[in-house]
C-alpha cells in the first residue's frame, strides 16, 4: 500500500471508478439520441454514419494514451490527471456547438483525447498502489461501479433529450466532469519518486521495449484488443439492432442498462471468484465459456436468417457479455502485473493498442451491418477465438497456472 492510506479506500475506490467512467459516459449517454442525430443531420433511419459518434471517441482516446504514459511517468499521476480532465470538457463543450456531423466527430476525438489521460492516470494509479491478486480484486470492484453508469445512463440521456435538445447531453457531461475534478483534489500523488522517468526518446523508447518485450504483457494487450473490437461494435450498433432487427426502439435504455447491469454484477462477483480460484485460472475458464457463448450466437443467428426471437437472441448476448465483463478486468491485471517500473508507460501502450486497434475492428463489423445480427454474432465468435490464441501465445499454451506476484 502507498500513501493512498491518508484517504479512505471507499473514496479512492469511488473517485477512480467514476475516473474511468468518463469513457462510458462519453458514449452510453448518447446511445437514446442516435435517433434525433440521423434525423438532425438528414441520414436515413438505418444508417449507422451516427456510430461515428463511438468510434472517433474511442480513436482519440486510443491515440493520446501514448502520450499520456510517459508524461504520467514524468511529471506525477494528478497533473496529468487534471490536464485530461480540462480537455475532456473542452471536447464536449465543442461538440455542443459544431454545427455539421463532420465537426461533432471531431469534437469528439478532441473529447477522446481528452478521455485518454484519466484512463491512463487511473490504471497508472490502481498498479502504483496495488498487485498481484489484490490488484485484480480492487479492479474488480473499481470496474463493477465503473459499469454502473451504462446501467443508467442510456435511461438518463433518454430523459434528457424528452426535455431538452440531444446536445444537452454534451453539456451533461462538461458538468460530471468539472465536479469530478474538484472530488479528485482528494487524491494523493501514487507515482514512487524513483521511478519518475524524464520525458526523452531514449527512456520513453526502453520503456516500450519492456512493454513490448513482455510476452504476457504483450499477449494479454492483443487479446484485449480482439475482444474490444467486437465490444467497440456492440456499443455502436446495439441501438439500431434493438430499434430495428426487433422493432422495440423505446425499450433499448432498459435493454443496454440490463445487459449492462448484468455485466457489473459479475464484474463485483469477480472479486470473490479471483479469491477461490486465482485471477490466471479463472480468466482462461472464463474465455472458454466466452467462445461458447459465441458459437450459440452464431448457431442462432444462422437458423433464423439472422433475426431470431427477441429472448432467443437477447440472453444468449447477455451471457457473452457478462463473460467479456468477468474477463475484462482481470486482463488488465494480467498484462499490467510486471510493469510496475513502467506503470504509465505500459498503461498507455496496453489502452493506445486496445482501443485504436479495437476501434478499427469494430469499425469494420459496423460496416457489415446487414438489417441482421449476422454479423455482430460472427464478430463475437471470430474476435473471441483470437483473444483466446494470443492467450494461448502469451502462456506458451500452459492454461491455468496462478498469477506469480512477485517482481
Keep these: 500500500m502507498t500513501s ?16 474511468m467512467a468518463l469513457t462510458a459516459l462519453a458514449m452510453d449517454l448518447m446511445l437514446p439520441a442516435f435517433g434525433e442525430m440521423r434525423a438532425d443531420f438528414g441520414l436515413s433511419a438505418t444508417s449507422t454514419e451516427v456510430s461515428g459518434i463511438v468510434t472517433f471517441y ?14 504520467s511517468d514524468r511529471f506525477g499521476r494528478k497533473p496529468t490527471l487534471y490536464a485530461g480532465f480540462a480537455l475532456y470538457g473542452l471536447g464536449a463543450l465543442s461538440a455542443t456547438f459544431a454545427p455539421t456531423l463532420g465537426l461533432v466527430f471531431a469534437a469528439r476525438f478532441v473529447w477522446g ?17 496495488f498487485r ?10 473499481i470496474m463493477s461501479i465503473f459499469v454502473l453508469v451504462p446501467i443508467f445512463a442510456p435511461a438518463v440521456g433518454a430523459g434528457i433529450i424528452a426535455f431538452f435538445p440531444w446536445r444537452a447531453l454534451f453539456l451533461f457531461c462538461v458538468l460530471y466532469v468539472g465536479l469530478l475534478a474538484l472530488w479528485s483534489r482528494r487524491l494523493p500523488e501514487t507515482l514512487h519518486p524513483e521511478f519518475r522517468r524524464p520525458i526523452a526518446l531514449r527512456p520513453v523508447w526502453e520503456a516500450t521495449k519492456v512493454v513490448v518485450r513482455n510476452r504476457q504483457t504483450f499477449g494479454y494487450t492483443l487479446a484485449l484488443t480482439a475482444l474490444f473490437g467486437v465490444f467497440t461494435s456492440y456499443l455502436g450498433t446495439s441501438e439500431i439492432i434493438v430499434s430495428e432487427v426487433f422493432g422495440r426502439p423505446a425499450q433499448f435504455p432498459f435493454v443496454f442498462g440490463g445487459i449492462a447491469a448484468v455485466m457489473g454484477a459479475m464484474m463485483l462477483f469477480n472479486a470473490k471468484l479471483i479469491g477461490r480460484f486465482g485471477v490466471r485460472p479463472l480468466t482462461h475458464g472464463v474465455l472458454f465459456a466466452y467462445v461458447a457463448f459465441g ?20 440472453l444468449p448476448l447477455a451471457g457473452i457479455l457478462a463473460m467479456f465483463g468477468l474477463t475484462l478486468p482481470n486482463v488488465n491485471t494480467i498484462a499490467m502485473d510486471p510493469m510496475g517500473p513502467v506503470a504509465g508507460t505500459a498503461s498507455a501502450i496496453i489502452g493506445t493498442v ?3 486497434v479495437g476501434a478499427v475492428l469494430g469499425a469494420f463489423l459496423d460496416a457489415a451491418f446487414d438489417g441482421t445480427v449476422r454479423p455482430l454474432s460472427w464478430g463475437f465468435l471470430g474476435y473471441g477465438l483470437l483473444a483466446f490464441a494470443f492467450v494461448l501465445w502469451a502462456e506458451r499454451g500452459r492454461l491455468f497456472r496462478p498469477l506469480d506476484a512477485s517482481p
Design 4 to 19: 493512498i492510506d491518508r484517504i479512505s479506500r471507499a473514496q479512492f475506490t469511488g473517485i477512480i471508478s467514476l475516473t
Design 295 to 314: 458459437v450459440v450466437l452464431v448457431g442462432i443467428a444462422s437458423v433464423s436468417d439472422g433475426r431470431p426471437g427477441f429472448w432467443t437472441f437477447i
Design 132 to 141: 498481484g491478486e489484490e490488484m485484480a480484486r480492487v479492479m474488480s470492484f
Design 113 to 129: 483525447v481528452g478521455g485518454a489521460g484519466p484512463r491512463v492516470v487511473a490504471l497508472a494509479i490502481v498498479r502504483d498502489s
Design 58 to 71: 474511442f480513436l482519440g482516446l486510443a491515440s493520446a494514451q501514448v502520450l499520456y504514459g510517459p508524461i
Design 354 to 356: 486496445s482501443m485504436a
